[in-house]
């Protein structure tokens, strides 16, 4: 376990440096965006790509990994909605974003480099095939709640128009079309070229360390105004109810040590920059997104160990 808690302080140490450059004035906050946008845009995109075609995928049961994250993510997203609707009186536009910030994990700053640093290549095999149902997921799902909630009360919603929303968002999303290409040459059965096989894994081995000090940089950004009640509450659900609520699932459906543990580690992730990029879309709860994202990433340093060490307890 010693080993355990080294790999998550040096995650987080991570982070922390980011924020401290942000901090300091050390880094200005375009720097942040720009170094993000690599981070998304490239180094993750190719690591996906690699992962596709290298990877044996034989054994991880998707389908149940699948129906347990996301039925967890749906009982932990309406319970957000509840808190901010009942509890704290907001409208429902407000609503929706304690919903998605409280389910939605950060997969990709910040769970890609945790996955690879606790459980290595396998752990990342299973990661990326929920990061290849995640984004769609919980995009249409954003999607649809805008089409309802985020237009004037007198507009219907269209069908075709979420469907073409929908669909432009996806395929040119990078990480997408990293997944897919990957896919694509994988069923190819042909061998990557050597000089294209070093580029591909000198960028991507860059993904997980400059992603982490990205979302340090970008908590700066962001900080922390107001809000601070609903921010913790919702904070709460996402750090202790949907892993809680995974790791019951995994267990209850029988799901593999190694694709249990990820599971568990991935619904224990803190909320990353989509819930607050949500928020903006409907205009509505920026500053609650923006605050629960930081308060849940700085809890995160302990309760991601609190759920590490319960699934590989439980799990093996």
Known sequence: MTQLTETV???FSLVALGYLAGLTGYLKPASGEGISEFAVNVAMPLLLFQTMVKSDFHGVAPWSLWAAYFAAAAITWAAGHLIMTRVFGRDARA???GGVSSAYSNVVLLGVPFVLGIFGA????VLSLLVSVHLPVMMMASIVLFEMFGRGSGETVHPLRVVKSFLRRLFINPLIIGILAGLAWRLTGAPLPDLVERLVD???DTAGPVALFAMGLSLRRFGISGNIRPALALSGL???LMPALVLAFVWLLGLPPLTSKVAVVVAALPSGINSYLIAVQFNTGQALASNQMT???ASAVLTTSFW???AVNVFG
């Open 295 to 297: 308060l849940a990433t």
């Open 9 to 11: 302080l040096f995650i």
């Open 202 to 204: 000198t960028l991507a």
């Open 122 to 125: 396998s752990g990342f095999e």
């Open 238 to 240: 996402k750090l202790f």
């Open 308 to 310: 590490l060490t319960i």
């Open 95 to 97: 609503g929706i974003v």
